[in-house]
């Protein structure tokens, strides 16, 4: 039988994404969920799919929810008012469960810590230059994980990304773009319409994650990985 992995944010757009993956692969997905009706109603029923009711929130319940798993997928996010102190707790739980049970953390990082750098391309070495709040929030995250894995016993693989797009999304960036299109509607887009835009589709992205943690073994103990996914070279266009 195949080790499980934990799903950490299993209804949101990336964890969803992950799970389908999952079980569309015969692997097993434990998701640690607060809502199990909700849950039940986006993940529907499968003989690989365990759902255990708990919050992140509660250090013993994450790591109860990581025994036996060989990786755990910090997916988890809050709206941004909510992030502080939310996010740093979360990620910090994600560290002590990783230790408990020796599985492997797969964080899906995104551009914010890198700051207004536009180099083409930004490779994996480029350094955080966060300037704003957001930014710099996730450049501490990413650093309690760097620091967990000095400090041994954690692995962890960070993948990047630019925006999500996908039946498992749904928000004010895309839903104006992709469920306009859909129904012969005018596209809008946020921001400078002459820019290009970075998209990752979140099936294609989940596919990425889960053959990362197939060769995690052969990886660093800490790993930064960008996603590709798709540009846009105007939003106009």
């Not at 986006?42 to 025994?67: F, H, K, S």
């Not at 810590?113 to 930004?122: F, K, T």
Request: proline residues 6%; charged residues 15%; contains cysteine.
């Amino acid at each position: 039988m195949n080790t499980p992995s934990l799903i950490l944010g299993g209804t949101g757009s990336f964890g969803q994404a992950l799970v389908q993956e999952l079980l569309r692969l015969g692997q097993p997905a434990r998701c640690l969920v607060r809502d199990l009706a909700k849950a039940s109603a986006l993940l529907g029923e499968d003989p690989n799919l365990e759902l255990i009711q708990g919050d992140v929130q509660d250090m013993n319940a994450v790591v109860r929810a990581a025994a036996g798993c060989g990786a755990i997928v910090h997916g988890i996010n809050y709206p941004y008012p909510k992030w502080v102190p939310n996010m740093a707790r979360a990620t910090a739980h994600v560290i002590a469960a990783a230790r408990a049970a020796n599985a492997t953390i797969l964080f899906p990082g995104n551009v914010y810590g890198l700051g207004p750098q536009c180099s083409a391309p930004l490779t994996e070495d480029v350094p955080n230059q966060p300037v704003g709040h957001k930014g710099t929030l996730r450049v501490t995250l990413e650093d309690s994980l760097l620091h967990a894995t000095e400090e041994g016993s954690v692995r962890v693989i960070v993948l990047r990304a630019g925006d999500y797009f996908g039946p498992t999304v749904r928000n004010g960036l895309v839903d104006p773009v992709f469920e306009n299109a859909a129904a012969g509607k005018p596209m809008r887009a946020l921001g400078n319409l002459d820019a290009s835009h970075q998209w990752a589709f979140v099936p294609d992205l989940a596919r990425a994650a889960l053959g990362l943690l197939a060769i995690k073994e052969g990886l660093a103990a800490y790993e930064v990985f960008n996603f590709g996914g798709y540009v846009a070279a105007t939003e106009r266009s």
